[in-house]
């Protein structure tokens, strides 16, 4: 007896193309794909029934290995800039719905 994580839910207007969208950001494929769920590992996309509203309670942390050119990169693919994290080194960003998610510097 005992629990594992087995992933992450993320509700979106669109979830195939958002769930794309994060499978090329991690360079991840896609492993199962319905007309209203889309999975990578660890990350699941259902049909959510509104937009977005507020900040998340639960996000995303990456990890990179050059923070400037990865940042530029997720921009670049249609993520936007919500704010210079708090934490040293790190910058929040949002993906196509609004998701925020924070990107880290890499570990000297």
Same mark, same amino acid.
């Given at each position: 007896?005992?629990?594992?994580?087995?992933?992450?839910?993320?509700?979106?207007? $669109?979830?195939? #193309?958002?769930?794309?969208?994060?499978?090329?950001?991690? =360079?991840? @494929?896609? %492993?199962?794909?319905? *007309?209203?769920?889309?999975?990578?590992?660890?990350?699941?996309?259902?049909?959510?029934?509104?937009?977005?509203?507020?900040?998340?309670?639960?996000?995303?942390?990456?990890?990179? $290995?050059?923070? #400037?050119?990865?940042?530029?990169?997720?921009?670049?693919? =249609?993520? @936007?800039? %919500?704010?210079?994290? *708090?934490?040293?080194?790190?910058?929040?960003?949002?993906?196509?719905?609004?998701?925020?998610?924070?990107?880290?510097?890499?570990?000297?």
């Amino acid at each position: 007896m005992g629990l594992r994580w087995h992933g992450t839910g993320v509700a979106a207007m $669109d979830p195939a #193309r958002l769930g794309r969208w994060w499978a090329e950001v991690l =360079g991840v @494929r896609v %492993v199962y794909e319905k *007309p209203d769920m889309v999975a990578l590992p660890g990350l699941i996309f259902v049909r959510a029934t509104e937009p977005k509203a507020g900040p998340n309670r639960l996000h995303i942390e990456l990890t990179c $290995d050059d923070l #400037r050119a990865d940042v530029e990169r997720l921009l670049d693919m =249609g993520a @936007r800039h %919500v704010q210079t994290n *708090p934490v040293p080194a790190s910058i929040v960003l949002a993906d196509p719905e609004g998701n925020e998610f924070c990107v880290l510097a890499p570990l000297s």
